[in-house]
Structures are given as C-alpha cells and as structure tokens.
C-alpha cells in the first residue's frame, strides 16, 4: 500500500505529485487563455476589417457597382497572400434578400446565390440572420463547424443596404496556438525537470532523520538504542527538538541500565557477604586447632629437614586459608607481612601440580625487588587464583606464563594462556560472583581476585589478542604503609 511506504519514499512522491498537478494544472490554464486570447485577437481583427470594409462599400452599393465592390472586398487578401491565422478567410457581402452580392471567393460564393445553397453553415447563419434586430452586429458559430462568422450590417442613413459576412476558418489560426502550446509544454518540462530534483533531494534530506529515528526507536524493546550521530541533523526546529530528546532519552536509559546493574551486582555481593559470613566463624574454628596442633608439635617434637619444611608449607597453606576467608569479608582488615620473592616461589609449587595434570607449560618471569610494600597474603591470593584459572582455561599440553615487573611505583602482574577466548558476554560479567566464568567452578575466584585488587587500591583488567587471553594486574606501591600492611 502507497500509504504504507517510508517517509523517505511517501513525502517525495507526495512533493512530485503535487509538483506535477500544478505545473499542469498551470500549463493547461495558460494555454486555455492563450487560445481565448488568440481567438479574441482574430475577432477584433475580423471585427476591425468589417467596419472599416462595411463604411467603404456604402457608395459603391448605394450606386450598384458591383466590380468596384468586389476589387473592395479582395483587397485585403492581395496584401496578405501568406495567412498567419489571424486574417478572415474571405469576405461576403449579401443584399437585403440575403442573397450573395459580392465576395472575395466569387468561384466558391457566386454573385445572387442563396445562403442555404452554399452549405449547412451558411444555412444555419441564414437561419440566425432572420432573427437578428436590425442593424445589430454577431458574431455566429455554427455547431460542428470550423469557421466563425462575423456579421455586420451595412447602413447608410437609416437605411440597411445589406450585410458584411467576414467568415474566419478558426483552423487557420491552430498553428500559431501550437506553437505557443508547445513552448508552454517545453517550460513547464524545464520547470519539472529543475523542482522535481529537488523535490527529491530535500524529501530525502528531511526524512532521512526520521527514517534513522525509527530505526533507533524499534530497538528500543530488545536493547538500549545507540545515539545518534549529532551531525545528521543540526537544526533547532520541531524535528531538531525530537533529536534531542532521544538523545537525552538515550542517556537516561543508559544511566539507568548502569545504576540497575550496580545494584544487582550490589545484591550479588550483598548475598555473598553474608554467605561468606556465615561460613567464616565456621572454618575459623577449626583451623585455629590446627595452627595449635601444629604450634605444638614444632615445641615438642624434633624435625628432621624435609618435616620441617613439610610442616612449613601446611602452616602457610592454613595462614592462606584464614586470609582468604577474611579476604571474602570486604571490611575485614587484615594484617600480612610484605610481599617477598620466596612468596612467588610458594605459588609456583602450589600451583605446579594442576600444570602436570593437563601437561600445561608454565613460563615464570619475576623482575621485582627482594621485598615489596604489600600484603604478602593478598597477592599471593590473586596469584594462585589467576593462574588456576589460566591453567583451568589451557588446552592440554597449552603455555601458560607469569609475569611481574616494577612498574614505576606499581607492582605489575601479567598471567596469561592460549586457551579458550573469552566471549563479550562474559568479558561483561567477568568479576561478578557467580558468572559462569567457564564450564567448571562458581564464578568466584576472580570476584575474590576484584574484591582484594579493591582493598589494594589497584586495577584488574581482562583482554584477549593474537589467540591469547591475559590478566594484568597493576598494584601501587605508595597506597601501602611501612611495616606491616
């Protein structure tokens, strides 16, 4: 359906329909007038050479010179061989009888021939002189015919001698119309030719933003709609105010979608606080007996080398548990060591035995001090998170790698594997609790990783390039304390 065709198709067909009605309707009117106006022209012609033959003939038809009456009446043809349509066809002069006295065509109207006899046209202007009033001048135009009669009578003193026919052929004068018709036609193809274009360009032009508003507006159930482009459209009328609302409309809904996933995010880290809560006081208790158990047997019991390296790791393994359990507690303060190389070392051997598992490479680089300002326990935390995950994440026999570095006054911690890719939908959801990070765990080791990054004043960042998928972590040295921290 027409009515159903875009804006941008509608408003220019509609503009180019008007354009064409009116050229025409302006073009027909024009050529309407011309032709009344070029008609009017050969009856005041005719009408002119009437009266002015009319007053000549008087003397000549007072003393019946017939041959002198007639060299009258064909004067005005020897002077003008060549018509142009707006000279008579001939000149009748009738007698009182209304019988043919005289004429410019004698072989066609013959002297004392009768009206009727010369024709249906001639009867029916015959016909029309019976009713005429004397001395009473018309102009006579006989149905289905092509000439035009102008009838004047021909009166001296009072007295009618008889009457002037100026018979006109009204085809004579249709080649001059043509041509003015013609011109007419070649403007008005001219005048289309110009605003039609036209027409068409700023039809495009103002509805194009239209279109593009729709556009934007049909996604508005599916998805926040993107802004428009701000140079489309830079005016200040009716349509430039809708540009603006939608872009301020487009900026409330974004906002709004931004506040609305803080605060299920919010909710999401509200129920894992009090989940984690719950469950502190529960794995507190049991791993301060066994920091007793084993406090006790380092004050009673001689330890051979490799024992007491063994007891040494599991008394640092249950410290990592106890921080990583007050870790999940956002408002928990913590009190750690500084972070040392041996540190690093530990998570190398804690992690070690998942590398082996799935025939993962691990590629180690520390370039740090001996000792750095940040909690020992925190780091180490985000660490083994990180590489677990990366290992977790590699193909079998994959690379895995670790890098840190000074970075100025910034610890900075790079982990990554050639494994799977991450998708956009969870780079989007990547630090929330349970996010299905991946197809095994819970989605809470790197929301761990955000949380201690947070109370470490730093930056975590996920990215992927070149089929390899990187975390880097970026902690300041400067937020942190002397001492322990």
Sequence with gaps: MFFNLSLRFKLPLWGSLLIVITALTLSLTFMGQAYDDLKQDVLRSSEDLGLTMSRALIPLMLHDDMWLAFEMVSLPFQENSHTDGMHAESLIVLDPERRVYVSSLPERYPVLAELPTLGREFAYVDKSLGTLQEGESKVLEPPDSSRLFIVLPIIADGVTLGTLLVVHDTSSFWFRFLRLADRALWITLIVLG???????YWGQRMTRPLSLLAQHMET????????????IYEYGDELGRLYKAFAEMVA?????ALLEKQM????RMAAVGRFTASIAHEINNPLGGMFNAISTLKRHVS??????????HLERGLQQIRDTVAALLVEAKLKSRFLIRQDFDDVRLLVTHEAHKKHVELAWSI????????????VRQILINLLLNAIQAASDGGHVSLRAAMDGDNLLIRVENDG????PEQMGTLF???SRFSEQGNGLGLWIIYQIVQQLKGTVTAGTDAGITHFLVLLPLTEQKDGNV
């Design 264 to 267: 299920i995010q919010s909710e």
């Design 367 to 378: 370039a740090t001090d001996e000792s750095l300002p940040l909690a020992s326990t925190l």
């Design 303 to 312: 330890l051979d080398p490799v024992a007491q390296m063994t007891v040494s």
């Design 220 to 231: 508005i159930h599916h998805q926040l709609p993107e802004a428009l482009e701000p140079g």
């Design 420 to 423: 799977k890719m991450l998708t």
């Design 252 to 256: 409330q809904l974004k906002e709004k």
């Design 194 to 200: 110009v605003l039609l274009p036209i027409n068409w």
């Design 432 to 434: 929330e609790p349970f």
